[in-house]
T-cell receptor, first 112, second 114 residues
Framework: NAGVTQTPKFQVLKTGQSMTLQCAQD?????MYWYRQDPGMGLRLIYY???????DKGEVPNGYNVSRLNKREFSLRLESAAPSQTSVYFC???????????FGDGTRLSIL | ELKVEQNPLFLSMQEGKNYTIYCNYS?????LYWYRQDPGKSLESLFV?????AVKQEGRLMASLDTKARLSTLHITAAVHDLSATYFC??????????????FGKGTKLSVKP
């Protein structure tokens, strides 16, 4: 049972490079989410997709774009990476918004 | 703007003792979640609280929700080392309908010592 799978698990980028983080879920969930976690800050929602074909901004969307490729996959793109985007990124999914979210293992991203 | 505050942010407990973690939020919401995170790991759902007065219990953990006071508590009974982790509360921005747009507290890092 894979659940929510994130790739890659680790990545180092240089400032200005672009990168796409991938997320896939095999639980037939409708809603998917991208968060970032910084020390002492909890998790902050970047973007979410309540259902296939829709995306909405969360708390900290600047510098990111997302694509809900199909029901299973939700990708996060950094067009021009900045050191302030160094963080651990978590993808999550749920069948419907009211239910608890299932989280992937995270992507640890460092931008030099 | 919805804000979620957890207290304390750090908690060192002795095994066998009881303690409570508090989660206050600033605007109306009727959905609150508790998650656990072990160091370097993902988040695991503990409780979903969906109405005023809701109480959920699992093992040594009990969570409650008072929507009028905008307060949730996570009570730990007779702590054991295995409970050492960071605990997050999260509040849904929506009221009535929900898209899972959550605001997380900063987390309470719990350390249980023998």
């Amino acid at each position: 049972n894979a659940g929510v799978t994130q790739t890659p698990k680790f990545q180092v980028l240089k400032t200005g490079q672009s990168m796409t983080l991938q997320c896939a879920q095999d639980m037939n969930h409708n809603s998917m989410y991208w968060y970032r976690q910084d020390p002492g800050m909890g998790l902050r929602l970047i973007y979410y997709s309540a259902s296939e074909g829709t995306t909405d901004k969360g708390e900290v969307p600047n510098g990111y774009n997302v694509s809900r490729l199909n029901k299973r996959e939700f990708s996060l793109r950094l067009e021009s990476a900045a050191p302030s985007q160094t963080s651990v990124y978590f993808c999550a999914s749920t069948r419907q918004g009211i239910q608890p979210q299932h989280f992937g293992d995270g992507t640890r991203l460092s931008i030099l | 703007e919805l804000k979620v505050e957890q207290n304390p942010l750090f908690l060192s407990m002795q095994e066998g003792k009881n303690y409570t973690i508090y989660c206050n939020y600033s605007t109306t919401s009727d959905r609150l979640y508790w998650y656990r995170q072990d160091p370097g790991k993902s988040l695991e759902s503990l409780f979903v609280l969906l109405s005023n007065g809701a109480v959920k219990q699992e093992g040594r953990l009990m969570a409650s929700l008072d929507t009028k006071a905008r307060l949730s508590t996570l009570h730990i009974t007779a702590a054991v080392h295995d409970l050492s982790a960071t605990y997050f509360c999260a509040v849904d921005r929506g009221y009535g309908g929900s898209q899972g747009n959550l605001i997380f507290g900063k987390g309470t890092k719990l350390s249980v010592k023998p």
